[in-house]
């Protein structure tokens, strides 16, 4: 029986769910998808957390940071906790802080306060302070621009060290892991209704509502424009100042965490968006393929990280192994017999051009299969019983045939089979095994006899049309001794 279009589609449910699934192993995250999501529907400014910036002000009176006094720090640190500041985190060097002075202990040594500490910077605080240290670090993609963060990151002895953000969230009752996963660093849209960063003199004079850091997060970091090399570019490429991006690395810690898709998951997706596109063919794989690219914009909404990339990519996947198998389909539209799905006489003519070059390495056997009875099943059934009786006669000859063999539809009632690599004694035997096979072809009440005749290259074979001959004689003669043993 040929095989049906849907038939043959259904063979390429398999090869698409391999490679959706190999594919879902290779980009089971979509960093460029989530970036864009990211830039294209930022959050909201996260209220609980509040920025008191060291601006260009604050250094004109106070002068350089690396000598500001004890006191200083003392002053803006008791503002805070009048004001109710629930914790305090300093983004200012370690080392800046120890080397102004004893004073200082007293000043920080206190559990709600966090200080930041340099890449590679010892964290051992000097005695009497209790203060918490985490590493004030941001990951850097490389086009210069700060994507994401982590919980933690390894120092020189492997030692995984809690990070500036990490810490002030533990601090303010938030359960974070330590681990080196990098995390999405979530995009803060402009609020012109908002308040800024608060200047740092100004919470040292005391010129603050106190409404504005009760219950806060707190950082205090430099915002400085005159400072180089204390600002990062952000998602958007804009020019940020560190702390306002640790700022926002501890908003996404205290917010709602992004959910990824386990891999398990990613990969059950792309196989069965693959192995749907291949099933629905056309161009409703496109369509798929745009509904889970679409998919990834209300699950963001949801903190769900979707990678719509990936699954789009599987279902465009599916969708070209069905245009494959279209492409395969009409390139052998002209060397294909449409009924039995066999080649036909151009087929069998470039086949014997292709491997005649070679009959003295490889000789080239020829069977000739004809069907007696056939006009008689047509008449009596009709042609679609003729039909049914060509593609079984098809059917058996592909069963029967050796690796290398190629069966094509010779005629109406029909068939030729070229035999690789097949001497004298190869052509006898497998002529013979073709020739039990069918024996005792009947259709319904008719009975149906088959004859076949075979030749193989030699010296007195000189053309492909010798060979066509020498065959055809040998069916010939097989159906008169046939006939006269009747």
């Known amino acids: 029986m040929r095989t049906s279009p849907e038939r043959r589609l259904t063979r390429y449910a398999l090869p698409a769910a391999l490679l959706a699934a190999g594919l879902a192993l290779l980009m089971p995250g979509n960093g460029r998808l989530w970036d864009t999501l990211n830039r294209a529907l930022p959050s909201p400014p996260d209220p609980r957390v509040v920025v008191v910036g060291i601006d260009d002000a604050s250094l004109r009176d106070y002068g350089r940071l690396s000598g500001w006094p004890s006191d200083l720090y003392g002053q803006a640190l008791r503002t805070l906790d009048e004001a109710g500041a629930q914790t305090i985190g300093l983004d200012v060097r370690l080392s800046d802080l120890v080397q102004n002075g004893a004073g200082l202990p007293g000043v920080f040594s206190r559990p709600n306060v966090v200080l930041a500490t340099a890449p590679g910077e010892t964290t ?49 009752g938030q359960t974070v892991p330590l681990d080196t996963l990098p995390r999405l660093l979530r995009h803060v849209r402009h609020d012109p209704d908002r308040l800024g960063a608060i200047p740092f003199r100004d919470v040292v004079n005391g010129n603050v509502r106190f409404g504005d850091l009760q219950g806060r997060v707190v950082l205090i970091g430099l915002t400085a424009e005159s400072l180089p090399g204390t600002a990062r570019r952000d998602a958007d490429g804009e020019l940020t100042p560190g702390v306002l991006l640790q700022a926002r690395a501890v908003s996404t810690l ?36 745009l509904a889970a690219l679409a998919l990834a914009v209300p699950l963001w909404q949801l903190n769900v990280l979707f990678p719509g990339v990936t699954v789009s990519l599987a279902a465009i996947l599916g969708t070209a192994l069905v245009g494959l198998e279209r492409w395969t389909t009409l390139r052998n539209l002209g060397t294909r017999d449409a009924l039995t799905g066999v080649g036909n006489r151009l087929a069998f003519t470039r086949a014997v051009e292709h491997r005649w070059p070679g009959r003295e390495g490889r000789p080239i056997g020829l069977l000739l299969v004809d069907l007696s009875g056939f006009r008689k099943v047509n008449e009596t059934y009709g042609r679609a019983a003729g039909d049914e009786v060509l593609r079984d006669l098809a059917g058996r000859l592909q069963t029967h045939k050796r690796r290398g063999d190629v069966v094509f539809r010779w005629g109406p009632d029909e068939f030729a089979v070229l035999l690789d690599n097949a001497g004298p004694q190869d052509l006898s035997r497998f002529s013979e095994k073709v020739q039990q096979t069918l024996e005792g072809l009947t259709y319904r009440d008719l009975p149906l006899r088959a004859s076949v005749g075979g030749a193989t290259t030699g010296p007195e074979i000189r053309t492909p049309v010798d060979l066509v001959e020498a065959a055809s004689r040998s069916r010939y003669r097989m159906k008169y001794q046939r006939e006269q043993g009747e």
């Open 124 to 172: 051992r605080l000097p005695p009497g302070w209790r203060s918490q240290v985490g590493v004030s670090v941001l990951n850097v993609s490389p086009d210069g621009r700060v994507r994401s963060f982590q919980t933690a990151y390894p120092d020189r002895n492997g030692t995984l060290q809690p990070s500036f953000a990490r810490q002030l969230a533990v601090s303010a």
């Open 254 to 289: 205290l917010g709602a965490p992004f959910l990824r898709l386990p891999l398990w998951l990613t990969l059950l997706l792309c196989v069965g968006v693959a192995v749907l596109a291949v099933m629905v063919r056309g161009l409703w794989g496109f369509v798929i393929a």
